[in-house]
DNA sequence: CATGAATGAGGCTTCATTCAT
DNA sequence: GATGAATGAAGCCTCATTCAT
């Protein structure tokens, strides 16, 4: 994740809410509320001038809110597209997540997941060409994530699948870091490319990317038949 | 009301070598020797600080001259960005041009010629950290390059590559801007995370994408028997 | 080529008093006594340095305040400069404008009138010798005045009082614009010599320029009486 | 004489020719004939932009010169500007001056030196855009040129023809000083309105300049019948 | 806690002046 | 002496951040 700032072990900002309270108050969820405004308008203004071209104010006028009040929720400027990463990050992550209907046999888990990724993303045009910018997409900027208190991350979850799919046999042994650079790379690619234009859709794109990534990463030799998973 | 600003376009600087001058001046060396130098700096700074990031005096400092001397060679900061971009891209577009020596084969002509792409990227690795971060691998963004006024780049070379694979059969017969945007999304994403480290090799990584990309667009030939794979 | 640079005119800030307030709001007060604050500092430091000796880090500290405060008022230092020749141009029109209790005799409200822009001019020397230096006196001024949102202008009436006299037959028969040239010279001159040594009285001044004038612009009235004089 | 930066007692720039040179030597010409270029190209310059609108750049490119031989005859800037007014000036002085052909008279001789000096005006627009921004008519910018070694200054001369106007009971017996503002102010003011449209022929200016001076200045009473000079 | 004006450090750019050729 | 590129001090303006209300 492209820190502006240098990285300084920032104090682990408490969340309204405290341990013990058994949901929450009135107050936590106004915070909420401000909160992610900040976020959404944030993500707007981000995706229109860049994070250099966005003005707290910018960012303010958007929410409908004053600049102090960002301040109120965020540190710094840097703060905020921090959150914005990790947490919509989060979401990515999520709609990328193995779910209990998922087909069993490799190759449709990984269609379906990746497919939900793809659709995910036509959901939230805007945060990715924020987030494309930003690293969401590779693999090393995953750390970094995961040092913001990120519990998942996208690339994370694709390296394990492709290493499964490696370990099943579906796929060709090589370095799992090098597919996922190169999935991710063409995925990224082809949101930026499908974001020009509004009308493109995504889940078409989605499904060239997958047929392209799969037949170049099918393993050749069906050295094993098994394609299934065979544990979690 | 008088106004105190009366902003007059100032005559223009009449640039360097002057027509009819077979080769260029000792003026002109040195000129080219000055914008060189701003150019190199400029480029290690971007790649370490980002645009936004990097102080024209840090460029001017690098380039061990004064600040003011920058903007002998670039009427402004963006300027410099746009003629790395475009002089660079042009290197890049020149190392990936066909060459006379090129195999007649189209795969082997592909792989010599992104291979040759991967070699150039090896050794200017600190420009790409630059130019990968301001679309250089994008094909949408080949159109503002060539109104910036550079004659060729590369992925529009690579598109027309890919057409060619594709009406000779070899490729399959998709839009060659999902192709283009794929493989050249597949090549940044490979670069920057070969940049992290300085040890990777990145002829290596470039065999590995070529691979991938190959099998994935080869045409399935339905007269010949299906290469490598089955499929649920 | 991705340019950095993307200036979008950033939107409006929205100005002060709404439409429906009846009258201003304690926040519109406090904008108008922060704009005044800068004016008048503006006022001094030209006077003293002029315009391009004036650094808006002067203004500010005699105003006493930031430097990007002045620019919450400002958009830029010509800014300045207009607003401060626009206002108190408009000062010194209302100065000069007819009131009830002018007399009626022509050279009577002729002498009146320029008399009270005299001591007008006495109470804000320091204003006068900035505006002195940028045209208040100069009809050809007026029009980019108007142009500016001033609703009148010194010149301006000065000539329609000079058109009037000459209607009347008192004064004679010349091109307006003449006449309006003439005084106003003559007065900008009276001012600016006055304006070195704080002791003259400038409505002595005033005395002379209005006596010298109104002696050289007279109808030479062949019927009637000469009224004051004689001549050669 | 507005110097931009403060007076400094210079020192004397020793002028080419010594002392004991029968005649100016070649390179004296030479000098001679550069300083004289700068100016020219000075005079253009400040009069399109202004003496801070207009560069040293633009001078040299004016003069055709190279930015460094500008100072090979000036020291700074500023002493353009000077040197400018200075001798310029002298030329209106002498412009101005008594002539042995003069009328006798002394309205005809009033008439004839300021007529004559609108047609030097008339030649010299474009100096006179620069010199009346500078004070040339003021008379309290004569101390100023004098001590920057001027001999004669305009407005010195028309005070001494005034105070003779007065002593021969031509004009009323007012401060000197006082008229000199008020016809130099005058002049000024036509000189400024006519530079704007080049067609206005300045001598007819002058002659309505001249007429209503006289007639606001006259003595009112004829005390004394001379009217011819007296005395040198 | 919301507000939004005040703050001032910092960056870009200009241009008078210097200086090596 | 002419040249014109190099120099860098200095000024305008922006905008993240603070703070009084």
Known sequence: MSRAKKLQPKEQPIEGKRAGASHPSLRDETRAIFRAAVLRAAEDVFAEKGYHGARIQDIAARARIAVGTVYNYFKEKDEILDALLREQGEQISRAFM???????????????????????????????????????????????????????????????????????????????????????????????????????????????????????????????????????
Chains 1, 2, 3, 4 share one sequence.
Do not use: Y
């Open 98 to 232: 193995p779910r209990a209907d998922d087909p069993a046999d490799f190759e449709s888990r990984f269609r379906t997941r990746v497919l939900r990724l793809f659709a995910f993303m036509q959901e939230h045009r805007t945060f990715f060409s924020v987030a494309a910018q930003h690293g969401v997409f590779d693999p090393e900027h995953a750390e970094e994530v995961m040092k913001s208190g990120a519990r998942r991350n996208m690339p994370g979850q694709l390296e394990e699948l492709l290493r499964e799919g490696a370990e099943l046999g579906v796929l060709r042994k090589d370095n799992p870091q090098r597919l996922v650079r190169f999935l991710g790379g063409a995925m990224r690619a082809t949101l930026m490319g499908a974001l020009r234009d509004d009308a493109t859709d995504l889940r078409d794109e989605g499904m060239f990317v997958i047929d392209m990534f799969l037949r170049g990463a099918r393993a050749t030799k069906p050295n094993a038949p098994r394609k299934t998973r065979s544990s979690a």
